[in-house]
C-alpha cells in the first residue's frame, strides 16, 4: 500500500489559502491604479492599508507607498510559497525513501509459469507399425511446465528466461532396430538408498534484450524463433488445440536459435503494427545450443503487418531462414615429422545447406478466430549421410544416401469463442477444428499426412483452460500405416 | 437579401453543430505524466498501446513507464472502459497470454496513482479531476467523464 500523505497535509489548504489571499491583494493593487490615476482620495481604501502614510504628502505619494506596501506583502507570499513547495518535496522525498522506492527505473523480476496436464488415448490396430511406436495405453501425463523468470534492469534492459521441465529422457524409447532399447534414467542415491528418476531442463529461452526505441531493438542468447502464431504462443493455455500441429513437431523451421536478433516495432496507422526481426544463429546442428560445427551462420528475417481493432483484427507474417547444417565425427591421430604429436581430426560426416520459410495468416473478427500456418524448406546436402528411415530413425538397410529433398506442412484452424458469462467473471466455451497437411519428404511420398482435428475448450477464468480434443490422422499412401484415431482432454494453466 | 438569408442560415448551421462547451467534472479522468516529462499530449490509441504494452516509447521519444491504479478501485474500472475498452476478465486473460508469448508483465499497479507518476520518472498514469493536484504532474489527456 502506498502512501501519500503529501496531499492530504493542511500544509496545502495554506498553500491555497494563500493562492486565493495573493490573486486578492494583486486585485486590490488593481483597483487602486485606476484611482491613483484619477487622482481620487477614497477614504475607504486608505483605511484598509496598514502601511503609514506621512501626513501632509500628496494623495500620488500616498498611493505609490500603498503600492509598494502591497508589492512587499506580494514578493513576502510568492516567497512563502515557494518555501512551502520546497518543503512539501522534501517531506515527499522522506515519504518516498520510507517506502522503498526511488525516482529512477525500479528493477524488477516475475516469477510465473504454465503446466498442462493430459488424459489421452492413440487408437491404433495392432498389426500397424505405429502400434509399437505410438502410446496406445490410455495414460496420464505432464505435457507441459514451464517456469518464467522476467528481469527489467532498467528502462531499456530486460531478461527472459523460459525453462521447460520435462521427466524426459527417462521412459524414452532409444532404439527399435536391431533390439529394443528405453532409457533409464534411474538411479540410487547411496546416502539413503532411495531411487531416484532424473528427468530434464530444456532451456526455450534465455536472452538478454537491449530496446533503446520501439522500432530497434537486440536481443541476445537463446530465443523463440520468430516465425509463424504457434511457435510464438507456444504454451498450452494460449493455442487453442491440445497437440501440436506437425509443423512444429517436425521442426521445419528451428523453434528455438541460439544468436543474436535485432527486433523492432513501427506503427504505421492506429491500432496497426508492423514488426520486423533480423536473427543471425548458429542454425542447426547437433551441437547448436553450445557451439557451431562449422563457420557458416544461419540468417532470418521476419516481416509481419497486424490491426488489433476492437471488434476485428487481421495479422499476416512471414520468415525467411538461410543456413547450413554440419555434423563432424571425431577422433585422434598423430602428425608432425615424427609422426609422434596427438592431433584430434574433425570429419564431416553430414552437411546441408538449407532454405526454408513460412508464412502465417491470423484474421478475427468479434470472437470469430481463422488462422493458417504454413512452413517449409528445401535442403540440399553437401555431404550426404546414409538415410534413416523416418519413425524409427534407423538407417536404411539399402545403404543408400539421402537425396536432397523439399518438406513442408501446413494447417487451417478456425475457432469461436462462446461468452458463456460475461463480465468480470466470464467464462466462456469455443468449439475449434483443424485441418493439417504434411509432406515429410517429397522424396517419400508415403509419407504425405492428413489430419482432422476437432473439439471443445472451457474456460472458467482466465487462468484456466479445459480440453477436449479427438483427431483423426490418415496417411493415404502408407502401404502398413491405417488410419489412426486420438481421444485427449488436457487441462491447462498459468501461475 | 439573399445573401442575408444565405449567412443567417450558415450562421444558424454553424451554431447548431458547433460543440458546446462541456463544464468540467470531477469524475473526468485526467492522463498525467511525470513533469520532466516533453510529452505534450496523447491520443487514446497512443495511450492503449502503452497501458497494453504494445509500445515502449511516446511517438514524440521518450520511454514510457504505465502505472495503473489498483485493481477493484473505481479509477481503474473507469479508466479500463474508457481507453482499454475491455471488461477486467478480458484484461487479465490478455495478460496472461502475453506472459507467455512475450515474457511481458502487466503494469505495476499503486493506489495513489497521482504520488507514483511524482516520483517515477517517465511514468504516466490517470486520476479523477478531484484527485488532481496541480503542480504535482503535467495533463497530457482529459477523459470526460460519463
Known sequence: ?495 | MTRLASVVTVLAFVLAVAPVARAESPRDILVVVNRASTVDSVTIDELRDVFLKKRASWRSGGKTTPVNASEGSSLREDFRKRVLNMSSSAEKSYWQKRKIKAGESRPAEFENTLRAVFKLRGAVSYVYRSQFKEGTARVVLVLPAG
Not at chain 1, 33 to 61: C, K
Not at chain 1, 169 to 191: K, L, Q
Not at chain 1, 301 to 315: H, I
Not at chain 1, 381 to 410: K, M, T
Open chain 1, 1 to 495: 500500500m502506498i502512501r501519500f500523505p503529501r496531499f492530504k497535509k493542511p500544509g496545502l489548504l495554506t498553500i491555497s489559502t494563500m493562492l486565493l489571499f495573493l490573486a486578492g491583494g494583486t486585485a486590490v493593487a488593481q483597483e487602486i491604479a485606476p484611482a491613483s490615476e484619477s487622482g481620487e482620495e477614497d477614504a475607504s481604501t486608505e483605511s484598509a492599508q496598514s502601511a503609514p502614510v506621512p501626513s501632509g504628502d500628496s494623495g500620488d505619494s500616498r498611493v505609490e507607498a500603498q503600492q509598494e506596501a502591497q508589492q512587499k506583502e506580494i514578493e513576502q507570499l510568492r516567497a512563502d510559497l515557494e518555501d512551502l513547495r520546497a518543503r512539501m518535496d522534501e517531506e515527499d522525498e522522506i515519504d518516498f525513501d520510507e517506502m522503498g522506492a526511488s525516482s529512477e527505473f525500479e528493477p524488477s523480476l516475475d516469477v510465473y509459469g504454465f503446466m498442462a496436464f493430459y488424459a489421452g488415448k492413440w487408437f491404433i490396430q495392432e498389426e500397424d507399425v505405429m502400434y509399437g511406436i505410438m502410446q496406445n495405453k490410455f495414460t496420464f501425463g505432464i505435457t507441459d511446465l514451464n517456469i518464467y523468470f522476467s528481469g527489467h534492469l532498467t528502462e531499456t534492459i530486460s531478461s527472459l528466461v523460459e525453462l521447460r521441465f520435462t521427466f524426459l529422457p527417462n521412459g524414452a524409447d532409444a532404439s527399435f532396430i536391431p533390439s529394443y532399447e528405453r532409457v533409464d534414467n534411474t538411479y540410487m542415491d547411496n546416502s539413503t538408498s532411495e531411487e531416484l528418476t532424473l528427468g530434464g531442463v530444456i532451456i526455450e529461452r534465455a536472452k538478454m534484450t537491449w530496446q533503446p526505441y520501439d522500432f530497434f531493438g537486440v536481443s541476445a542468447g537463446r530465443f523463440l524463433t520468430p516465425f509463424g502464431i504457434w511457435n510464438i504462443d507456444h504454451g498450452a493455455p494460449v493455442v487453442i488445440p491440445i497437440n501440436k500441429p506437425y509443423l512444429m513437431l517436425r521442426h521445419t523451421l528451428p523453434l528455438n536459435q541460439t544468436g543474436l536478433v535485432v527486433h523492432g516495432r513501427f506503427f504505421p496507422a492506429a491500432s496497426t503494427y508492423f514488426d520486423y526481426a533480423v536473427t543471425l544463429s548458429n542454425g542447426r546442428g547437433p551441437t547448436e545450443e553450445i557451439y557451431d560445427l562449422d563457420d557458416n551462420k544461419a540468417v532470418g528475417l521476419r516481416l509481419r503487418l497486424s490491426y488489433e481493432g476492437q471488434d476485428v483484427g487481421f495479422a499476416v507474417g512471414a520468415y525467411g531462414f538461410f543456413g547450413h547444417t554440419t555434423d563432424v565425427t571425431k577422433a585422434p591421430g598423430f602428425a608432425g615429422e615424427d609422426g609422434t604429436t596427438l592431433t584430434i581430426v574433425e570429419e564431416i560426416t553430414e552437411r546441408y545447406q538449407e532454405l526454408a520459410g513460412s508464412a502465417d495468416i491470423l484474421f478475427r473478427l468479434w470472437n470469430f478466430r481463422l488462422q493458417s500456418e504454413v512452413a517449409g524448406g528445401y535442403l540440399k546436402y553437401r555431404v550426404r549421410p546414409l538415410v534413416v528411415l523416418p519413425i524409427v530413425n534407423v538407417e536404411s538397410p539399402s545403404g543408400e544416401y539421402q537425396p536432397d529433398f523439399l518438406r513442408y506442412s501446413l494447417y487451417v484452424l478456425a475457432a469461436y469463442e462462446i461468452p458463456i458469462v460475461s463480465g468480470d467473471d466470464a467464462m466462456s466455451l469455443t468449439p475449434f477444428v483443424m485441418v493439417e497437411y504434411d509432406v515429410m519428404y517429397d522424396s517419400l511420398p508415403e509419407y504425405d499426412t492428413w489430419i482432422y482435428r476437432g473439439g471443445l475448450n472451457f474456460r472458467p477464468n482466465s487462468f484456466v483452460v479445459l480440453k477436449a480434443a479427438c483427431s483423426y490422422v490418415r496417411l493415404p499412401d502408407a502401404p502398413n500405416i491405417a488410419d489412426i484415431w486420438t481421444l485427449a482432454g488436457q487441462v491447462a494453466l498459468t501461475f
